[in-house]
């Protein structure tokens, strides 16, 4: 076959899905024609799709090179734009911004686009005063309501809660846009606006969406049951975790509070098997791990819309210990944490990383905590062993006090565990809702940008036994240590 042979060949195959064999083919054009930008073209945009990014942006070079000696300076602007955006999918944001930035060279008044992305790459970099300005400039030079929503996030992010609502409601029809609406929730929330936060909070539910991090639906669908608006009558209600470990064990106290408020109504809570077993009993609700007939229910509902049905605008300390805790256990580990304590020194547990990464800083390297061995205490990871993978590379091993936990049942050696030590230290977890529960001494440890629930100041708003410590500069997180260090050296 001849060059348009091939390229037709290879149109098609494109179209068909069939990129393997679309790819050969235009490999074929190439060979006969190393300058066809078309086939250049066209490759890239399927080697993208395949996510082989190197190979796309191999093409993507080879148009500019071929460009240049044309003088097309728009064709080299759109391209070293492309292959910002690879390099963005590939989560090199350093490089994406280099590319964008070299675009704008070719350009003195700016591409509104260019501006945008950078601004995006600087909020996945959180470095959002660099995402302000160029999320700004973008405006000016376009006025796009698509960025209102990338202001929102920025300033939500920094804490400036009241632009962050301006720039969400900026947006058209915000409130028929379920996924931003919901979005909008969050600074109302983060500004103590419960009673419109939480209503906004609802529409979370008008489209369940894989979660980008597990792989998973954001909630597990229940069909053929009706959603429960809060006040229809109703006997036997189907109440479904949603979300992470930790939202779970905190909305548990809503689970009490509707049982308390309808002592008429059953309430049957599909619980995750991992935490199912640590909630004391209560005498109309039960715990499931699974849901054999639905039919025994009137209606179904989700453990964090449970704020919204019971009017909460203002939250206060959990008072009420609603988690077990196995005697046993609490022996067990204090005979073991006594056999690694002869000297009766301070217990300092802590967790350095959470299990899913986002805006909000979950994670100090664990080689950071060497600013805390020279204290006089032992220092205990509360990770399971599994968890812990820089164990092996960290120079101070012997000074971590390390257990196999939580193998036969899901942190019942942690509750048992925390139930013997003096303080713990830990980013925004689920631990940490588990020591605030169980009145447990704890430093959380914030950084610059951290959930909406821990507002922006440091009252204890959810658990009495909890002080927050948090960065006000947007800094490393590890920067944090010295001031908790200086804390446990007060308490020795």
Known sequence: MNKKEFYKTAKKYKVDNKYELAI?????????????????????????????????IKCYEKIIEIESKNSNKQITIIYLNQIGCCYANNLNYEEAIKHFRKALEFNRVGWPI?????????IKLRQYKHAEINLLLSLKLQHDSKLFKDLALTYFCTKKYDKS?????????????????????????ANKNFKIGFELYENRLKNNPIHPKTGFEERIDIPFLSFWNG???????????????????QYY??????SRLHPEMKITYF?????????????????????NDLSLYNYKCYIMSLPYFLKIDKIVPNSENYIKIDKDKVVYWKEQLDMKNSEQKLNVGFCYKGRLHSFVEKHIPLQAFELLVDLNINLICLHKLSEIEEFNSVTFQDKIITFDIDNDMGFIDT??????????????????????????????MLGYSSDWRWFDDNEKIWYNSVELLRLHDNVEFKTILPEVKNIIKNMI
Do not use: W
Request: net charge negative.
């Open 24 to 56: 050969e083919n235009y490999k074929k054009v190439l060979e006969l024609d190393k300058y066809n930008i078309d086939s250049l073209k066209e490759l890239g945009e399927i080697y993208e799709k395949v996510n082989d990014i190197n190979s796309a």
């Open 231 to 249: 006040l229809d009558k109703c006997n036997n209600l189907l109440l479904c975790y949603e979300q992470g470990i930790g939202d779970n064990f």
């Open 165 to 189: 609502i301006d720039f969400y409601m900026k947006i058209p029809n915000i409130l028929q846009n379920p996924p931003i609406a919901h979005k909008l929730s969050f600074p109302y929330l």
């Open 415 to 444: 509750i048992a565990i925390l139930q013997n030590i003096d303080i713990l230290l830990t980013v925004d977890t689920s631990i940490v809702h588990l020591a605030g529960i169980l009145g447990v001494k704890t430093i959380l």
């Open 114 to 122: 260019l501006y945008n992305n950078i601004g995006k790459m600087y």
């Open 253 to 258: 106290r809503f689970v009490i509070q509707l």
């Open 271 to 291: 619980c995750r098997d991992l935490i199912a077993h640590i909630f004391k009993d209560y005498e109309n609700i039960n715990i499931v791990t699974e849901i």
